[in-house]
């Protein structure tokens, strides 16, 4: 069984520049998740999609969007990068009926300049 | 509207000695409750869960965590700590049926001293 992947590992954008993060989804899970985790910070729910809709998002702007693909991987983008987005971008999948078992990928650090 | 709240944002105990990270929720509805654990430059583990069943969860590692209604608390224990146990330790909520995502405390960093 494989986890949950993200790509890449580390990215290095300036200001203004636009980015997308990209995550595959542990084997058979349909819910996908981001969160951001700023440095010495927990983690903050960025949105949810599930079935290719997004269905549900925490208090983000819209400059932070996401896809979700038939195999249930998933894209986070950031247009207009700003100084305060570099954090830890983490990526979780689980089941729609399992909604309490939720999974973690190792994080995309993103440092704005 | 859900909120965490993790009382320490440092703890230090010797190793052998009991573990104990304080966590306080706030919620409308009874929820889910977790316990994540994060080593440096890695993702979040899941330590154990609270889902509505016995009240005393345990997990991995040894920890354990007993949900208490009447205090809104989700407090981690481990008897015995171990050098390796030293990283940081999220306490997290769900609302039931919501696609809210969890939400987390600030972190706990737990230092072992040998």
């Known amino acids: 069984e494989t986890g949950v992947t993200q790509s890449p590992t580390h990215l290095i954008k300036t200001r203004g520049q636009q980015v997308t993060l990209r995550c595959s989804s542990q084997?058979?899970?349909?819910?996908v998740s981001w969160y951001q985790q700023a440095l010495g910070q927990g983690p903050q729910f960025i949105f949810q999609?599930?079935?290719?809709?997004?269905?549900g998002r925490g208090n983000f702007p819209p400059r932070f969007s996401g896809l979700q693909f038939p195999n249930y991987s998933s894209e986070l983008n950031v247009n207009a990068l700003e100084l305060d987005d570099s954090a830890l971008y983490l990526c979780?999948?689980?089941?729609?009926?399992?909604?309490?078992?939720?999974?973690f990928g190792p994080g995309t650090r993103l440092t704005v300049t | 509207a859900q909120s965490v709240t993790q009382l320490g944002s440092h703890v230090s105990v010797s190793e052998g000695a009991l573990v104990l990270l304080r966590c306080n929720y706030s919620?409308?509805?009874?929820?889910?409750l977790f316990w994540y654990v994060q080593y440096p430059n890695q993702g979040l583990q899941l330590l154990l869960k609270?889902?509505?069943?016995?009240?005393l969860v345990k997990g991995i590692n040894g920890f354990e965590a007993e949900f208490k209604k009447s205090e809104t608390s989700f407090h981690l224990t481990k008897p015995s700590a171990h050098m390796s146990d030293a990283a940081e330790y999220f306490c997290?909520?769900?609302?039931?049926?919501?696609?809210?995502?969890?939400?987390f405390g600030k972190g706990t960093h737990l230092i072992i001293q040998p």
């Open positions: 979780a999948s689980s089941l729609a009926a399992q909604e309490y078992e939720q999974y």
């Open positions: 999609y599930y079935r290719e809709e997004e269905n």
């Open positions: 919620s409308s509805v009874p929820p889910y």
């Open positions: 084997s058979g899970h349909n819910t």
């Open positions: 609270y889902t509505s069943a016995a009240t």
């Open positions: 997290a909520v769900k609302e039931r049926g919501g696609a809210d995502g969890l939400t």
